[in-house]
């Protein structure tokens, strides 16, 4: 299982960015995907998830702001981010469970500038 985030970079607050996580080695149609972050000096915690069939879940803290998404045909999962706060900073992996076992991506780094 390869998880490949990317997409992260710098933007002002108030911004959108969209980060995207490429997925192999899984069954993409019917995964639970996931997005969570870590950021300085904090616990990860999860931001988002999407179940196979298209039910999302948000953390409060991002609910209203940010959109998981996939797209089955080319084995992708999107975080469409708006209206970004420097709190959103962190590092944001992506995540899949397959038999019990967790994986995640290398992490990409979103930065909020004030």
């Known amino acids: 299982v390869q998880l490949q985030a990317s997409g992260g970079g710098l933007v002002q607050a108030g911004g959108s960015l969209k980060i995207s996580c490429e997925a192999s080695g899984i069954g993409f149609r019917t995964a639970h995907l996931g997005w969570y972050r870590r950021a300085p000096g904090k616990q990860r915690e999860l931001v988002a998830t999407i179940t196979g069939i298209g039910s999302t879940n948000y953390a409060n803290s991002v609910k209203g702001r940010f959109t998981i998404s996939r797209d089955n045909a080319k084995n992708t999962l999107y975080l469409q981010m708006n209206s970004l706060k420097p709190e959103d900073t962190a590092v944001y992996y992506c995540?899949?469970?397959?038999?019990?076992?967790?994986?995640w991506g290398q992490g990409t780094l979103v930065t909020v500038s004030s």
């Open positions: 995540n899949t469970v397959r038999k019990l076992i967790d994986y």
